[in-house]
């Protein structure tokens, strides 16, 4: 998952987010594998785009997730 925020991590921080998938809300736990300084934020303040890497998701989230990345267009 990629994200911005106004907020820096620390490589290997283990955080929880909370996400809602369709109709559901899940708590998914992460370690940050990248946290790099942008300016994109609408009002112009400094964000951080930050790479959270889940390990452990629950299987039913696991094919959602699969078929919902088959339906996303191709980049190219």
Known sequence: MIFRS??????????????EFGRRSVRLEGIVVWCEW?????????????????????????QSLREFSHQLPSGG
């Open 38 to 62: 942008h300016l994109h934020l609408p009002d112009e303040c400094p964000a951080f785009e930050t790479t959270i890497l889940f390990l452990d998701l629950p299987d039913d989230l696991k």
């Open 6 to 19: 106004r907020w820096q991590f620390a490589l290997g921080t283990q955080l929880a987010v909370a996400c």
